[in-house]
């Protein structure tokens, strides 16, 4: 039986593009309302890659406990619902110990699963993943992509054209169910509530966010990207894992075995990790629930989610939660 929405935990949620300033800002609000934090980025749940996923320092977190870091290894399958048990179960332990909820971070699918619930599709086909893969290898992926843009053009706008994860899923999808998947979305409607959530994203001038990038890029080299990156492989990790394949590691993966070199794996982490940034703008301005927010604006922010966990009065969660 669905919970009505005034009687439902109440989550604040601190969403926003790679390094706009979440962390810093989410570990302020969590000390002032005495919350813990369930990390919302795909990448650090990986063990072992923490300068290239930008994950936060002890000295960040400020005291402030942080879930869903560190909770598989780089070659474990890890996917939206796997982290939104995990994160559902954060959540619930969290707030049977009498603490507030702040989820964070840059990726959207994995917020909208504890959110909204997700999309019950059809599991892989190995061997129609398989063909399709070798479809991708056979042209780089260019007519596969157009077929997705013909079909379901909708899902291939949120699809980069060289994803070839997502666009290839989503044309298995297509061919094992015979719908687009977007009108799947738009049935699921990711309609499911467990939590009042206030949700914001935040927003820098699009310079300004990346200038912190390139800076950011070059920081995370001088803190030895590429000896993490090495260490990784030296402990038996694929470079062609899905985690190594991601934004950072791709590149230094590729400098490592000579195929660029130390200034073009720079410049190229830099380029990937701007194109990513606009990618997660365009995912979250999708989303009318979510107010954009300037991260320098900490006593505007405050005054709101004062107001939001002021707005009714929250009943005892413990023994309410009993019932889930």
Not at 31 to 37: H, Q, T, V
Request: hydrophobic share 35%.
């Amino acid at each position: 039986m669905e919970k009505k929405e005034g009687t439902l935990p109440k989550i604040v949620v601190i969403a926003g593009p790679t390094a706009s300033g979440k962390t810093s800002i989410s570990v302020a609000m969590a000390s002032r309302f005495n919350a813990e934090i369930i990390n919302a980025d795909s990448m650090q749940v990986y063990r072992g890659m923490d300068i290239g996923t930008a994950k936060p320092k002890r000295e960040e977190k400020k005291g402030v406990l942080h879930h869903l870091l560190d909770v598989a290894n780089p070659d474990q399958e890890y996917n939206a619902a796997i982290y939104r048990d995990m994160a559902f179960a954060a959540a619930m332990d969290i707030l049977h110990r009498g603490k507030r909820v702040f989820l964070v971070g840059g990726t959207g699918l994995y917020i909208k699963s504890l959110l909204g619930g997700l999309l019950q599709c059809p599991p892989s086909s190995p061997e129609l993943k398989k063909a399709l893969q070798e479809e991708w290898k056979s042209d780089g992926g260019r007519a596969m992509y157009k077929r997705l843009m013909r079909l379901d053009p909708q899902r291939a706008e949120k699809i980069h054209p060289h994803d070839h994860v997502r666009v290839i899923r989503a044309l298995e999808i297509m061919l094992l169910t015979n719908s687009a998947p977007s009108n799947l979305t738009k049935l699921h409607a990711f309609s499911e509530r467990n939590f009042t959530a206030l949700k914001f994203c935040l927003i820098r001038e699009r310079p300004e966010l990346y200038d912190r990038i390139d800076k950011r890029t070059l920081g995370m080299i001088e803190e030895g990207l590429f000896s993490e990156t090495e260490k990784l492989l030296g402990k038996g990790y694929s470079p062609r894992l899905k985690s190594l394949q991601a934004i950072g590691y791709k590149q230094s993966v590729a400098y490592l075995e000579g195929h660029l070199t130390r200034e073009k794996a720079i410049t190229e982490i830099q380029k990937e990790t701007r194109r990513y940034a606009k990618r997660q703008i365009t995912w979250f301005r999708a989303d009318s629930s979510y107010t954009w927010v300037d991260p320098r604006q900490e006593k505007t922010l405050a005054e709101k989610i004062e107001s939001f966990f002021d707005s009714t009065a929250e009943p005892n969660l413990v023994k309410r939660l009993r019932g889930w």
